[in-house]
C-alpha cells in the first residue's frame, strides 16, 4: 500500500489576511503534500490578492500550492498546479495554458471514462468523490470505494480522494488505495481548531496503514 498524504483545500470563501494564521497553524501540525486554493462566487481581483498572500506561506514550506479552476492564473502567479473540473474546459487546453511544468489535476467524480480519458490527456493525478456528503459542496454523487480500489491497481497515476472525508469515515478510502485524502471541513471546522483537525486526520490515515 502506498502511502497515503493529506491534501489540503481551503474553504470557498476567506479574508486571506485573517486566514494565513490559520493555514500556517494548520501546515505547521504535521506532513501536507497540497494545499489548493478553491475560492467560490469571488472576483479574479480577490483570487490574485490570496494567491499573493498565501502562496509564499505554503511554498516556503515545500508544499505544492495548486490552484482550483484557473489555469491562467495558476501560470501567470507560478503556482505549482492547476485543478479543473471536467466541464471547465478540456484537460488539452488547460495543459497547453500551464504548460509542462506545472501540476494538472482533474475530477472525474465516479466515473471510469472520465478518469481514463483524464490520464490520456496528460493529467498529473486524478480526483475521486465525493464518497461522503459534503458540507462545503452540495452534490448528488456518491463514489463507491471500490473505485478507488480498481483505479489504484490498474493505473500508476495517483488518485486523490474527496468528499466529507473525515477521521472518523476515512480508513476504508486509505485502505483502498487512495494517494491522497483532499480535506477541507475537518480541518478548518475542527472545534479545537485547524491544527488539532490536521492531526487527526493524519493519526487515522497512519492507523489504517498499520491495520
Known sequence: MSNCQLYLLTPPQ????????????ALEAGPIAAVQLRLKNVTDL????AIEILKPV??????AFILNDRPDLAK??????????????????ARQI???HLQLGVSCYDSKDLAMQAGESGADYIA???????????TEIRTPVELLKWWSELMELPVVAIGGITPENCKPLVKAGADFLAVINAVWGHAEGPA??????LKSINEAEQE
Open 14 to 25: 476567506l479574508n486571506p489576511e485573517k486566514f494565513k494564521p490559520l493555514l500556517v497553524e
Open 46 to 49: 480577490e483570487i490574485c490578492q
Open 58 to 63: 505554503v511554498q516556503e514550506r515545500d508544499i
Open 76 to 93: 501567470k502567479f507560478e503556482c505549482d498546479g492547476v485543478h479543473i473540473g471536467m466541464e471547465d474546459m478540456p484537460i488539452q487546453q
Open 98 to 100: 500551464v504548460g509542462d
Open 128 to 138: 475521486y468523490g465525493a464518497f461522503f456528503p459534503s458540507p462545503t459542496k452540495n
Open 196 to 201: 488539532q483537525g490536521i492531526k487527526e486526520m
